[in-house]
């Protein structure tokens, strides 16, 4: 199979399936909580795993939290940031965040805020300076992704934490598709958090990291248990947390991992855009550089069984919101029709895929979208 869906996750990074076999084999270590040797061995293998991520992010490790994902970590920051709300009670958002955001924000909404989300263009680009202009004394949190999981487009975050920094709001950003593929500087975020998780890099599923720019008074979604020094309930998932670890170590100490994917996301676009009815979402420069969001002539389900029959893996809009059969909110937001929506392919690339592979994708997606 070649692997251009990288977005929705990616298959294990084969150095960390290397660590992970052999701390499998090892089977040494137990719960990090314990107090005998195996639980030390656990516990060693989850600060160590704290400390890659943190330096990976250029942080100190104490402000480095463990969760079961990126969703979980969403929702314990905004949970954390509306309960210091006091009596504000607006939030703002971008219109075209993650499920595991804008479900949230719309479940606290029910519960007595408001959300006012920033438009995005039909690209998915949204104006930097709507935060300037919209920031009143009413807001209690802002919360802007890096870049979107759909489309690849980079929304403008840091524009959001010059704008909350000058006026003591707190900001979470949701960096799921941004850590490793691109710098983030997280110490611009003055009073805030950011989070994301491992397994769009080659790392295993169920464990994700939050960063908060001040752990004090940090209280995770549920109570039972004072793991991760208060912070998030229930004993760590030591694998995936180690394989976070590791894939930061992976990325850091490839010499190849600032520019990991030369040119191939515009050798894909090169050869399929003079197909009829192929046209490109938004503009390269202003797209994570692994992702290639495209409309073609057909229904994207269809290309995505045809294509996994040529032995390409691809998805139609997110691997969230394929399955069903409602439009992607994300494309909707951007002012798609459902028809639109419905011909959206979303191609990313990344660590499981090679030159070749990517050479033998361009002929077979060629001859697919040309049927
Ligand atoms: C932007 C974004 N946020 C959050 C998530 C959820 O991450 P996890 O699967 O680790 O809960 C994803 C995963 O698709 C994502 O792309």
């Known amino acids: 199979m070649i692997f251009l869906d990288h977005n929705a996750g990616s298959p294990l990074h084969p150095r960390v399936g290397a660590f992970l076999a052999d701390l499998v084999r090892s089977a040494e270590w137990s719960n990090p909580s314990s107090p005998h040797g195996c639980g030390r061995l656990a516990r060693e293998l989850v600060e160590r795993s704290r400390e890659l991520v943190a330096r990976s992010v250029a942080q100190p490790a104490t402000r480095i939290t463990f969760f079961s994902g990126a969703s979980e970590a969403n929702a314990a920051s905004i949970s954390h940031w509306l309960s210091l709300a006091g009596s504000r009670r607006t939030i703002l958002s971008s219109a075209v965040e993650h499920p595991s955001v804008r479900e949230n924000l719309l479940a606290w909404e029910a519960k007595g805020f408001r959300v006012r989300w920033a438009p995005v263009d039909r690209s998915g680009a949204m104006d930097p300076d709507w935060i300037a202009r919209t920031l009143d004394d009413d807001i209690c949190l802002c919360v802007c992704m890096s870049a979107n999981n759909e489309t690849g487009r980079r929304l403008p975050w840091l524009a959001w934490a010059n704008a909350c920094a000058a006026r003591g709001i707190p900001l979470h950003v949701d960096a799921t598709q941004s850590w490793l593929r691109e710098d983030l500087p997280l110490d611009r975020i003055a009073r805030g958090s950011a989070c994301w998780s491992g397994h769009k890099m080659g790392g295993l599923s169920g464990a994700g990291a939050l960063w908060l720019s001040d752990t004090t008074g940090f209280h995770g979604l549920w109570e039972g248990g004072s793991q991760e020094r208060g912070r998030r309930a229930g004993t760590e998932s030591t694998l995936s947390v180690a394989s976070l670890g590791e894939v930061a170590r992976v990325w850091m100490e490839d010499p190849s ?81 459902e028809e639109e929506a419905a011909r959206a392919l979303r191609i990313s690339v990344g660590h499981a895929v090679d030159g070749q592979g990517v050479e033998n994708a361009c002929e077979i997606l060629t001859r697919c979208l040309d049927r």
């Open 257 to 337: 991992a600032r520019d990991p994917w030369p040119g191939w996301r515009e050798r894909i676009w090169d050869s399929i855009k003079v197909l009829a009815g192929v046209e490109r979402t938004s503009p390269g420069a202003d797209t994570l550089a692994n992702t290639l969001h495209i409309r073609t002539s057909r229904r994207a389900e269809t290309m995505v069984q045809l294509l996994d029959l040529s032995g390409v893996a691809v998805s139609a809009g997110s691997a969230c919101a394929s399955g069903s059969l409602r439009p992607s909110p994300v494309l909707v937001a951007m002012g798609w029709t």
